[in-house]
């Protein structure tokens, strides 16, 4: 009896023996399998990473190396953690690029005449503040694009450098239409020039930078990171030589008061665009909007060689038919019922294109060259992209309610042909 329970005993304990070591070759297994799951994740994380670095971020010859570095010859990760080092080097890199633009970004100051209160004097008064981008130096001059609006009315402008450094521009040109403005500086404070893209090959969903100087100089050279949000947007806006049309990048990126004039850029660090506007009604986030680069570029050739934009112009005063009462289209106007759009003649300027080809007060325009003319936003779209100095073009209008043809001879503005 007594052998049997010491052998019994010794079976309960083979039991207990057996039963732990399978518990701990459980143990191990599971253990395995985590690590497994683990070095899984991390490969998988280094490849995301590797893949990011091929969409257009520029690596220095430092950074090829360190990317041949993360594989040892024999295939397995080397001990240093390098999917790190690649995504850290990438960043160095566009955090790099993104300096060496700042450089280039400056703070523009508009100052204005105002008459003190106290000692009836004028003065210059800081009225507003935004940005602007350096894109040329040449011999002792340097030149900067910013928005007219930025300058709009300046009686002087004073730009603020990189550097700190302050010093007052001269006003090269300005066009308010596609609120654009070119300024003239001292090479001699100029380190760092930006270069244009293309604007053309940007697709939404593309990283962009935005670079300026939101709510003033405070906060000078301000960075803020998206994408862009669409392309060939049109924004209808209201200037001071009257409505229309822009052509604008839309970008989450944020674009703050002061932003103005500031370069939106590629990863490549080439400035694809002119930040100019935001919508900023209640509930409405991350719709910003830059000028595209390929639109900018010949607007500010124009702007240095001749102060202005030149442009073909009618000489004649505007108004939507859809903005008058229904009263005024039928009685006054005298439009068939079918015609609903258009622009109507409220005045016509003496010796100009649109006295000479014989337009009248109350005339409605309907259409320039065969294209349909609903808005005067269409219609100055048509003249100032499409016609052409002292070329003629056919107007279809409606005149107290019957409907003929005008030719007319587009001319500068000043001139009499």
């Known amino acids: 009896m007594e052998i049997y329970e010491n052998e019994q005993n010794k079976s309960i304990e083979e039991e207990r023996n057996a039963?732990?070591?399978?518990?701990?070759?459980?143990?191990?297994?599971?253990?395995?399998?985590?690590?497994?799951?683990?070095?899984?994740?991390?490969?998988?994380?280094?490849?995301?990473?590797?893949?990011?670095?091929?969409?257009?971020?520029?690596?220095?010859?430092?950074?090829?190396?360190?990317?041949q570095a993360a594989v040892s010859p024999s295939g397995e990760q080397s001990k240093a953690d390098m999917p790190v080092q690649t995504t850290s080097s990438n960043s160095n890199g566009m955090v790099d690029t993104i300096d060496q633009v700042s450089k280039a970004v400056?703070?523009?100051?508009?100052?204005?005449?105002?008459?003190?209160?106290?000692?009836?004097?004028?003065?210059?008064?800081?009225?507003?503040?935004?940005?602007?981008?350096?894109?040329?130096?040449?011999?002792?001059?340097?030149?900067?694009?910013?928005?007219?609006?930025?300058?709009?009315?300046?009686?002087?402008?004073?730009?603020?450098?990189?550097?700190?450094?302050?010093?007052?521009?001269?006003?090269?040109?300005?066009?308010?239409?596609?609120?654009?403005?070119?300024?003239?500086?001292?090479?001699?404070?100029?380190?760092?020039?930006?270069?244009?893209?293309?604007?053309?090959?940007?697709?939404?969903?593309?990283?962009?930078?935005?670079?300026?100087?939101?709510?003033?100089?405070?906060?000078?050279?301000t960075v803020t990171q998206g994408i862009v949000s669409g392309t060939e947007r049109t924004i209808p806006v209201s200037t001071s030589e009257g409505e229309w049309d822009l052509n604008v990048i839309q970008t989450d990126a944020a674009i703050n008061p002061g932003n103005s004039g500031g370069a939106l850029i590629n990863s490549a660090g080439q400035v694809i665009g002119i930040n100019s506007l935001k919508i900023s009604q209640s509930g409405?986030?991350?719709?910003?909007?830059?000028?595209?680069?390929?639109?900018?570029?010949?607007?500010?050739?124009?702007?240095?060689?001749?102060?202005?934009?030149?442009?073909?112009?009618?000489?004649?005063?505007?108004?939507?038919?859809?903005?008058?009462?229904?009263?005024?289209?039928?009685?006054?106007?005298?439009?068939?019922?079918?015609?609903?759009?258009?622009?109507?003649?409220?005045g016509v300027e003496p010796f100009s294109p649109g006295a000479e080809a014989g337009l009248k007060e109350k005339d409605v325009i309907v259409s320039i060259n065969g294209t349909d003319v609903k808005s005067i936003g269409e219609l100055r779209k048509y003249i100032y992209t499409k016609a052409k100095v002292g070329e003629r073009v056919q107007i279809e209008l409606y005149r107290g309610g019957r409907q003929m043809n005008v030719s007319l001879k587009m001319s500068e503005r000043g001139t009499n042909q």
């Open 19 to 67: 039963a732990i070591e399978k518990e701990k070759t459980k143990s191990k297994r599971k253990s395995n399998v985590l690590l497994s799951s683990m070095t899984g994740a991390i490969i998988g994380s280094a490849i995301t990473l590797f893949a990011g670095s091929s969409l257009g971020l520029i690596a220095s010859p430092l950074d090829h190396k360190a990317d």
């Open 106 to 221: 400056v703070g523009v100051v508009n100052y204005q005449q105002r008459e003190d209160f106290f000692s009836n004097d004028t003065q210059d008064t800081e009225t507003g503040t935004g940005s602007g981008v350096i894109f040329k130096k040449t011999g002792d001059r340097a030149y900067i694009v910013t928005n007219n609006h930025v300058i709009e009315g300046a009686n002087k402008v004073e730009v603020t450098l990189a550097s700190g450094q302050k010093t007052q521009a001269r006003i090269v040109g300005a066009d308010p239409l596609t609120d654009l403005a070119v300024l003239e500086i001292e090479s001699k404070y100029v380190d760092k020039v930006a270069s244009f893209g293309d604007s053309s090959k940007l697709r939404p969903g593309e990283q962009v930078t935005a670079i300026g100087n939101p709510l003033g100089l405070q906060f000078s050279r």
């Open 284 to 346: 409405v986030e991350g719709l910003g909007f830059a000028i595209p680069s390929n639109d900018v570029i010949p607007m500010v050739n124009d702007l240095m060689k001749n102060g202005k934009v030149k442009r073909p112009y009618i000489g004649i005063g505007l108004e939507n038919v859809s903005e008058l009462p229904p009263y005024v289209q039928r009685e006054e106007l005298n439009l068939p019922s079918g015609v609903s759009g258009g622009v109507v003649v409220t």
